[in-house]
């Protein structure tokens, strides 16, 4: 299987600042999930938008999906120095409970 | 959701030498997979491990090198064998609890050096 692809790779704003992070697949999906990973520890699951879905909220998090575009986004808004971390996307792989992951984005909050 | 405790948390090991990193959840889970992180890099998944019976690898990993068990529906060990500097990442183990409209939660980790 073929992993996505996320960009930036890197993104570092100013804390208040809105965050957003670009995900692209290439199989198809029963649904996508967003992830943060804080300095090389385990994963933190933070949304899971389906297929048949557009458009996710969670808090301060925005999740979209296009499936014709085989794309997602992340919004963090109002960001705050404790959302700096990796933030990675991860796909079903054609339906399979396996994941497949994104490069993951880098995201550094400046105080 | 699950609680998954992975140990050890982190570990130094010599070069040929094996270790086995467990994996315990709090609760009966549907499906258990391992993932390995290289430095700098994203996740890419081990094997999916079956209850009761041999895992499934992915391309690129065998079973020799990487033993997995399962023996229920809350426990699974990798073992990393013969171990060189190049199995230095993290590895860690994931849960799905019901069918595949869930999220899969990650235990911590497992940072892996190796001499």
């Known amino acids: 299987s073929q992993q996505g692809e996320e960009d930036p790779q890197a993104l570092s704003i100013q804390e208040g600042e809105n965050a957003t992070m670009n995900c692209s697949y290439k199989t198809s999906i029963n649904n996508l999930q967003w992830y943060r990973q804080n300095s090389g520890r385990g994963l933190v699951h933070l949304i899971l938008i389906r297929s048949n879905e557009r458009e996710k909220h969670s808090g301060r998090l925005r999740v979209t999906l296009d499936t014709s575009k085989k794309s997602s986004s992340l919004l963090i808004t109002a960001s705050r120095a404790a959302d700096t971390a990796s933030y990675f996307c991860?796909?079903?792989?054609?339906?399979?409970?396996?994941?497949?992951f994104g490069q993951g984005t880098r995201l550094t909050i400046n105080p | 959701s699950a609680v998954i405790s992975q140990k050890p948390s982190r570990d130094i090991c010599q070069r040929g030498t094996s270790l086995t990193i467990q994996c315990q959840v709090d609760?009966?889970?549907?499906?258990m997979f391992w993932y390995r992180q290289q430095p700098g890099q994203s996740l890419t998944l081990i094997a999916t491990a079956n209850q009761g019976s041999e895992a499934t690898y992915e391309s690129g990993f065998v079973i020799d090198k990487f033993p997995i068990s399962r023996p229920n529906l809350t426990f699974s060990t990798l073992t990393v064998s013969n171990m060189s500097p190049e199995d230095s990442s993290i590895y860690l183990c994931?849960?799905?609890?019901?069918?595949?409209?869930?999220?899969?939660?990650f235990g911590d980790g497992t940072r892996l050096s190796i001499l």
């Open positions: 609760s009966q889970v549907t499906m």
């Open positions: 991860a796909t079903d792989d054609g339906g399979a409970q396996k994941l497949v």
């Open positions: 994931s849960v799905v609890q019901g069918n595949a409209a869930q999220p899969q939660h």
